[in-house]
């Protein structure tokens, strides 16, 4: 840390890593390799207060959180721990010392992308958070051998191509092979009579070794270090040579594979579920390896009295995903404490608490009890059992509609698990990431969970740690506000509400827009590398990140450039300022319609880049492999935040914060946070559109809707759809949007036309794009309007966030760490 950066001491060490990992002195290293004794000298310097850390949270008996995820979406490593150390001047002084580019060896790090999309990074974020603020955490989650995929655009389709990010080694993780826990699949439940108790034993199942990774996560310039725990699998016995004896050489190495298969891969899907076996198998598989070791952990702490588990610890569980930690809790008071169902009820109730992170229908998990009960036969006895007790509370609760209600609740109906069910009622507390969310989940989703326990409900707004989103991502911009209004906003961003006194100042108002021009620049560039595509920094940079999905919508965007690129080329003298449209985002491998948008934004781009009669007043980027790294990259430099999801769909968005923060102005509906950055921002700094979240609830109930008045009616709509198929953007295959037209249109192909309302909003969007690209004229203003959005943002800190969990569900103790 900062007091004691010993510049000489890690110039040292730097050195003396070399020499171990590689028996080559440093200027002898490629970057690469530079990278790795960088960093594990920089692990050097986090060791000792992450011991410390374990040491004081025992002290103090402090209570922790284990945030259960299959997603951590960390990003780099190496850039992050070194603001958090606050010695990046130091650092990078001492490097330059010895022939060394900083950031140039932070681009040698793979991303940690164990994560999706938001979920993932949001889990991310609020690791950060809690070690920054000096709570106790834990994130547990699978150490998958190959991330989210890297993906490549080939001839304007996307490719995936494995990301086998730990090839080189991973210099900040430390495996614990002491901490092994054993996972047991298959088999069968036998019940015993033990001394006039009845008990239940495990039979012929297959077993898993799961060994710990631990990585530290520092907190920002506070010695708290805090853990990231993703598990690896092992066979139980590495190879069965009785069965290879026999000559079943299949039978020897499926222990073997089954191990490898659980952790090889994170699926691709966002806001998507899958429902394949393997998938169930990584849930239970990371749930009980964690579970166990967060219940002997205490345990040993506490001479043994299980029952004050709750008192210090709290399981979050991020999505349905590891709901089974409900009954994988119960399994273990019961059958390894010896607990009574009720006492081992009481207890899961008090540790448990669920976050849901959407409403699409595809992505709430089911699973059929056929292949549940299989796979996990204690654990399905036990949610069978909670199951049948919750019937029973719902006939007390409602005598005259038991039937109808228990169809809508129950944990188990019509052959599948629900696992959203079972997270509601195995734990103490049910929240939404948003307002608008969480209003949705009490007044539709979960209506009669919310009529049978309203106070388990809350709203959880998202948020973003600004030590990554600005101070990290956009170093010049963070030393600008540090110089206008000091630097506590770094760990209360509620602070950063002091620069608004600077929008009207016309030399802050020029110096804001200076800084968001060269992070314009360093983007440039990089298009200029990555895409060969030179786009101007006059131009409008409009910027629309995140997973590619019909309900976000990009669609919507792609065709209204269509739309402006007709109305160019018909008027040449029309009004219009230069944009740049961005795009970044990866589709599931299996998303037909997402990858085919993918490949119409790519032509587009393709064609309307190369037609020179419209002056470059035009350019379309998509950019390949959207991932943390080069997010860090492409918020910094925008101007317009497109958020144009269908209201209702997104749950909250936290892309829509990184933007606002980086000055960025929100075109957008009204639906998850946009709401509050609207609110927090105010109305006439952003530029809002489209039906309300419940015009959208409305129509999808009624049925009213009908796409084909708008194509009939429109003219300038109707040329841009029928663009998709006469050719116009695929000459060699007319064809080949077809799909995207029929779903817009047509209800035989797809089973409601238009479902996310793309044409219906379609009037509202280029309303709302003329008033953005009208405002930007106005230079003053819009450089005011940037740096209120910077100045309202300190709502979305995911430290404000992680303050409200603490308080209303994980009661943490704080943690201070003396030097
Ligand atoms: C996503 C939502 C986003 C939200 C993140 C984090 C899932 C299931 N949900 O709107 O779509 O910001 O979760 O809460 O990935």
Known sequence: MVEKFDKELFKKEVKSSARKLYRRSLDELTTKEAFHAVAYAVQNTIID???????????????????????????????????????????????????????????????????????????????????????????CGIRYKYGMFKQQIVNGYQKEVPDDWLKDGNPFELRRSELAKEVKFGGWVESVNHNGKLKFEHKGY??????????PVVGYNNHVVDTLRVWDAQAKETFRLDEFDKGNYEAAVENENMARNIVEVLYPNDNHYAGKELRLRQQYFFISASVQTAVKDYVDRHNGDIKHLYEKVAFQLN??????????????????????????????????AYTNHTI??????????????????????????INRRFCEYIRTNYPENAEYKIKKMAIIYDGQVKMAHLAIVGGHAVNGVAELHTEILKKE?????????????????????????????????????????????????????????????????????????????????????????????????????????????????????????NQLKDHPEMKFHPHVYIFGAKAAAGYKTAKLTIKLINNVAN?????????????????????????????????ISEQIST????????????????????????????????KEVGHEYAFTFGLSSDEVIALEHNHQYNPMEIFNHNQEIRRVLMQLVNGYYSPENPELFRPLYNSLLNTHESDVAD?????????????????????YEDESWWAKAAILNTSHAGKFSSDRTIEEYVEDIWKLDRIKIKV
């Open 445 to 565: 989703t979960l209506k009669d969970f919310y009529e049978l326990y309203p106070e388990k409900f809350s709203s959880k707004t998202n948020g973003i740690t600004q030590r990554r989103w600005l101070l990290h991502a956009n170093p010049e911009l963070a030393a600008w506000i540090s110089d206008k209004i000091g630097n506590g906003w770094i760990t209360d961003l509620s602070k950063i509400s002091k620069l608004a006194v600077y929008a009207d100042d016309e030399k802050c108002q020029a110096e804001f827009m200076a800084i968001k021009r060269h992070n314009k620049e360093r983007l440039a560039k990089y298009i200029l590398e990555h895409n060969g595509i030179e786009v101007s920094t006059e131009a409008i940079f409009d910027v629309m990140v995140k997973r590619l999905h019909e309900y976000k919508r990009q669609l919507l965007n792609i065709l209204h450039v269509m739309y402006v690129y």
């Open 319 to 352: 999505d349905t995903h590891p709901t089974v930690a409900v009954a994988e809790l119960m399994r273990i008071l019961m059958d390894d404490y010896e607990l009574s169902w009720d006492e081992a009820w009481e207890i899961t109730k008090k540790t448990c």
């Open 206 to 215: 297959q077993s898993v070794i799961a060994i710990p990774y631990d990585t």
């Open 647 to 678: 209201a209702s769909k997104e749950a909250s968005g936290t892309s829509n914060m990184k933007l606002m923060l980086n000055g960025a102005l929100t075109l957008g509906t009204m639906d998850g946070a946009n709401v509050e950055i609207v």
């Open 607 to 639: 064609v309307i880049n190369n037609d020179d009669s419209i002056n470059g007043k035009i350019k379309v980027v998509f950019i390949e492999d959207y991932r943390v790294s080069n997010a860090e990259l492409i918020i910094p430099a925008a101007d």
């Open 360 to 385: 699409m229908a595809e992505a709430l998990e089911k699973w059929p009890i056929e292949l549940f009960s299989k796979l996990l036969p204690r654990i399905y006895q036990i949610v069978e059992e």
């Open 49 to 139: 207060d992450w011991m410390e850390t374990q040491k004081v949270t025992e002290k103090k008996d402090a209570k922790r959180v284990y945030y259960l995820s299959m997603e951590f979406l960390m990003g780099r490593a190496l850039g992050n721990n070194i603001i958090n150390l606050s010695c990046r001047d130091e650092i990078k002084e001492a490097l330059e010392e010895l022939n060394l580019d900083l950031n140039a060896i932070e681009d040698e790090e793979p991303d940690w992308a164990l994560g999706n999309g938001g979920l993932g990074r949001l889990a991310a974020c609020f690791l950060d958070s809690l070690a920054t603020l000096g709570y106790c955490a834990c994130g």
């Open 755 to 775: 479902r996310y309302f793309i044409l219906k909003d379609f009037a509202a969007y280029d309303e709302a794009q003329r008033r953005a690209c009208e405002q």
